[in-house]
């Protein structure tokens, strides 16, 4: 079993950046394909990003595609997000979460552990 907690998220002028951090516990992150999800009020939970356990495919929402970038750095159990050029549509909860699946396209069901989240904010 893995403990995830995130950090980072904040207030941030549209066009600004923030990076999310996601450490974990428990388990060596190399067990598992890392995503990052956001859930916005009213909205259902949404696929950001995801990385491999290796680290070395990535997989995007074409929502992010070249503004948001996912990392692993196995040696400190831990997952980002670099955030740039945001926007206030994406404001929400951001959430990672871990799966024992070997591909990077699952989807959100096959996740097995979650963090609770870190409010991102994006004013206009």
């Known amino acids: 079993q893995v403990q995830l907690v995130e950090s980072g998220g904040g207030l941030v002028q549209a066009g600004g950046s923030l990076r999310l951090s996601c450490a974990a516990s428990?388990?060596?992150?190399?067990?598992?394909?890392m995503g990052w999800f956001r859930q916005a009020p009213g909205k259902e939970r949404e696929f950001i990003a995801a990385?491999?356990?290796?680290?070395?495919?990535?997989y995007y929402a074409d929502s992010v595609k070249g503004r948001f970038t996912i990392s692993k750095d196995n040696m400190k159990n831990t997952v980002h997000l670099q955030m740039n050029s945001l926007k206030p549509d994406d404001a929400a909860e951001y959430y990672c979460?871990?799966?024992?699946?070997?591909?990077?396209?699952?989807?959100?069901?096959?996740?097995?552990?979650w963090g609770q989240g870190t409010q991102v904010t994006v004013s206009s």
């Open positions: 979460a871990a799966s024992s699946a070997i591909s990077v396209r699952v989807g959100l069901n096959r996740y097995d552990y």
């Open positions: 428990g388990r060596t992150l190399t067990s598992y394909t």
């Open positions: 990385i491999s356990r290796s680290g070395g495919t990535t």
